[in-house]
Every structure is written in structure tokens, then in C-alpha cells.
């Protein structure tokens, strides 16, 4: 049976450490991290990331700010009110919760967003730092914390092969990028696949590390994979369960015959999940430090 990655734990460890910082950089300032936070519409998923994102701001420390809209604004409305967050010297974060309703364009608010505070790290110009490994960029926060996850279960990640199965902008790109770098904790070979890959299994049975970004519930079965890889899951599928009327969380990963074979794989729910608002709190403390002079 596998290690368990435990996302919980490892999310509390970065919280507990950032609410510390905070603790006392105000000491020294007076001054506590502020993050807008934008949602648009009633979409309920939507509504349950952006109440845990300032649940996990109120805890550490971080002043959070709703802009809470109906889905009937225009895009020239919600333009204007990121025109004035960039322009407010009290906001250090601003995140825009996706998807955004029919009729807005999404590309054109995330160029909006001032890249000095755009948290969510979706701006091409943090997405180009990540790509040229500009440690000045704040990283999406989805393949941030599967990074550290890595980080933290692989003791040695130098010429190792990752395979990242999800091409979107959010993850799979990203990701990519980040374990190619020249760096400690990546440094890897990195084989992206997608749906136009004819046979998956090809690439994903010589990885080290799988990561399954890729939106099917399910999808990687354990003759995909490995023996003692390390499997990152993404995933966030919901889907019917035995009980009649319900349903459930799964990932990308077939967990149960999957955790039979590999060394470490993390679960869904509690996988990456905590992870991801974690590093979202490190980007908004990130931001805060760098507009306020302090050296982190
Ligand atoms: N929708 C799904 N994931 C995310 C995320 O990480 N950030 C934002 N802003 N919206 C999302």
C-alpha cells in the first residue's frame, strides 16, 4: 500500500508557518497582507472555493475584501473594478474566482489584473517568468502545491521523468514548466500528454512521478502505471455514489487499485485540494513582502 500524501497536513504546516510570519511582520509594520477577492455569479462550486480562500485568510492573518457580483455585470463594470484594485495602494492581492459567466471575457480580465498582485498567478507575465524560471513570479497556485507536495515526498527529483497528463493553462502547462527547471526539487524530464496522445499508457507507465491533471473522473488505472511511482492527482471529479441520490468526490486517478501499486499517491479529496489555497496565501504574503520592501 502507498504513502499517503496528505494535502491537510502538509496545507496546516504552510498556514501555521505563514500566520507566524505575519505575526511578526506586523509586529514590525503595523501593517496585515489585504486580498480582494472577486466573484462573480452564483456558481456553487465557485461560492465554496471563495468561502474557504477567506476562511483561510481570516486564519492566518490576511485581510480579505469581497466583491461579491451578480453574473448580469458587464465585462466593462468588472473592468473597472480591477482598474481601481490595481490602483489601490491598500490591496496587495487580487484574485478573480473562475469561471467567469457567459459574455465576459475571461482572457481579457486576467490581462487586466496588475501582475504585481495577481495572486492566482494566471497574468502572462507570471506565467512567462515561470517559464524562464524567474523566481520573482507568483506560480498558479494548483501546480505550486502539487511542486511542494514533490518537493516534500521525493527526496531527490534530479533527471527523473515526469509525466503530466492535462495540457490547460491552470495546470498542465505550468506544471511542465516548473519541473523542467534547473532547479532542486525538479530538474526532470517532462513529457506533457493530452487528448490527442494515441496511447497514454505508453508515457505514463515510464513515469516517476504522474501527475493527473486532466478533468476525467478516474481515469489513470494501475496498469497505467509504474510500480513505486509517485502520483500526483489533480483530479476534481464529482460524480454518482452507491447510495442512491448521492454523489461523490473523485480524482483522475483510479485511487483504490492505483495506491496498490505505486510508492506515494495523493488522495481526492485531501490530496492537493489544501495544498492549492496554501499557496495561495504564500503568493499573497509574497505579494505583500515584495510591495513593502521586506526581504522575505
Ligand atoms: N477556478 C478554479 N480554480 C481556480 C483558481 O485556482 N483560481 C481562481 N481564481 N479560480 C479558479
Do not use: W
Not at 448580469?72 to 469561471?99: C, F, R, W, Y
Not at 519541473?179 to 530538474?187: F, I, P, R
Amino acid at each position: 500500500m502507498a504513502e499517503i500524501i496528505d494535502g491537510k497536513v502538509f496545507s496546516k504546516e504552510v498556514r501555521d508557518g505563514l500566520k507566524l510570519k505575519l505575526e511578526s511582520l506586523f509586529k514590525k509594520t503595523a501593517k496585515r497582507p489585504v486580498l480582494a477577492v472577486v466573484l462573480i455569479g452564483e456558481d456553487p462550486a465557485s461560492q465554496v472555493y471563495v468561502k474557504n480562500k477567506i476562511k483561510a485568510c481570516a486564519e492566518i492573518g490576511v485581510v480579505s475584501r469581497e466583491y461579491i457580483k451578480e453574473a448580469s455585470i458587464t465585462e466593462n463594470e468588472l473592468l473597472a473594478i480591477i482598474d481601481d484594485l490595481n490602483n489601490d495602494d491598500d490591496v496587495n492581492g487580487i484574485l478573480v474566482q473562475l469561471p467567469l459567466p457567459k459574455g465576459i471575457n475571461e482572457k481579457k480580465v486576467i490581462n487586466a489584473i496588475s501582475p504585481e498582485k495577481d495572486v492566482d498567478g494566471f497574468h502572462p507575465v507570471n506565467i512567462g517568468k515561470v517559464v524562464i524560471g524567474d523566481d520573482t513570479a507568483f506560480m498558479p497556485c494548483t501546480p505550486h502545491g502539487c511542486h511542494e507536495l514533490i518537493k516534500k515526498y521525493v527526496p531527490n527529483t534530479d533527471g527523473l521523468h515526469v509525466v503530466v497528463v492535462g495540457r490547460s493553462n491552470i495546470v498542465g502547462k505550468p506544471m511542465a514548466n516548473i519541473m523542467v527547471q534547473k532547479n532542486k526539487g525538479a530538474n526532470c524530464i517532462v513529457t506533457v500528454c493530452h487528448s490527442a496522445s494515441k496511447d497514454i499508457s505508453k508515457y505514463t507507465l515510464q513515469a516517476d512521478i504522474l501527475i493527473a491533471a486532466v478533468g476525467v473522473p478516474e481515469m489513470i488505472k494501475a496498469d497505467m502505471v509504474k510500480e513505486g511511482a509517485v502520483v500526483i492527482d489533480v483530479g476534481v471529479n464529482r460524480i454518482p455514489s452507491d447510495e442512491a441520490g448521492k454523489t461523490k468526490l473523485v480524482g483522475d486517478v483510479d485511487f483504490e487499485n492505483v495506491s496498490k501499486k505505486v510508492k506515494a499517491i495523493s488522495p481526492v479529496p485531501g490530496g492537493v485540494g489544501p495544498v492549492t489555497i496554501a499557496m495561495l496565501m504564500k503568493n499573497t504574503v509574497k505579494a505583500f513582502c515584495i510591495q513593502n520592501g521586506i526581504e522575505e
